[in-house]
C-alpha cells in the first residue's frame, strides 16, 4: 500500500528496522534507558524478541545487565549530584525521595530487589548513592530485582506462547 505523500513524510519506518536489525543491541540500550529516569519500558521488546524465537537466556541477560547499568548511573547520580540535578532535571520531587529513604531505612539492602518497581525504583537507586551503601551489595541486589523481574516476563511469554 502507498501513502499519500504528506503521509509518508510522517511515517518513517527506521525505528522497526533498526530494533529489529539490532535487536541484542536495542533491548540494552533500551534496557538502559528504561532503568534511568526517561518513561520507557523495556517488557515489550524482550516479549517479541522470545516471539521471535532468540534465545531466553540470552535476552534476560542482555536486559538484565542493561537495567542494572542503568540503575548504577542513578545510584553515581545520588553519590554525587547536587539538589538542583535531582529535584529540578530529573525531577524527582522531595516526597518521592523521602518515601525511598523510608523504605531504605526499613528494609535496607532488601529494598534494592524492588529497584524495578515503577515511580519509587528510581528513587530507591539515588536514595543509595545518597547514603553512600556499599556499592557491591547495591549491584548485587539490583541485579537480582531485575533478573527476576525479566525472569518472570520471560517465563510468562514462553508460557502463554505454548498455550496457543
Same mark, same amino acid.
Given at each position: 500500500m502507498r501513502l499519500p505523500s504528506r503521509q509518508r513524510a510522517c511515517y518513517s519506518p527506521a525505528m522497526p528496522e533498526i530494533l529489529t536489525q539490532h535487536?541484542? %543491541?536495542? %533491548?540494552?540500550?533500551? $534496557?538502559?534507558?528504561? $532503568?534511568? @529516569?526517561?518513561p520507557l519500558g523495556s517488557?515489550? %521488546?524482550?516479549?517479541?524478541?522470545? @516471539?521471535?524465537?532468540?534465545? /531466553?537466556f540470552t535476552v534476560i541477560?542482555?536486559?538484565s545487565?542493561?537495567?542494572?547499568? +542503568?540503575?548504577?548511573s542513578s545510584y553515581l547520580i545520588g553519590l554525587g549530584g547536587s539538589r538542583w540535578l535531582i529535584e529540578k532535571l530529573l525531577r524527582i520531587s522531595v516526597?518521592?525521595?523521602? *518515601?525511598?529513604? #523510608?523504605?531504605?531505612?526499613i528494609y535496607g539492602k532488601w529494598a534494592l530487589l524492588f529497584s524495578w518497581? /515503577?515511580?519509587v525504583g528510581d528513587p530507591l537507586c539515588l536514595v543509595?548513592?545518597? @547514603? *553512600? #551503601?556499599?556499592f557491591d551489595t547495591f549491584v548485587l541486589f539490583v541485579a537480582? +530485582?531485575?533478573t527476576a523481574r525479566y525472569s518472570l516476563v520471560a517465563l510468562l511469554t514462553l508460557t502463554g506462547r505454548s498455550l496457543f
Open positions: 535487536d541484542l %543491541l536495542s %533491548l540494552f540500550l533500551l $534496557s538502559f534507558c528504561a $532503568s534511568t @529516569l526517561l517488557e515489550w %521488546l524482550l516479549i517479541a524478541l522470545l @516471539l521471535k524465537g532468540s534465545s /531466553p541477560l542482555v536486559a545487565v542493561g537495567n542494572s547499568l +542503568g540503575a548504577v516526597e518521592a525521595q523521602q *518515601k525511598a529513604r #523510608h523504605w531504605f531505612q518497581l /515503577p515511580v543509595a548513592g545518597s @547514603l *553512600k #551503601h556499599r537480582l +530485582g531485575k
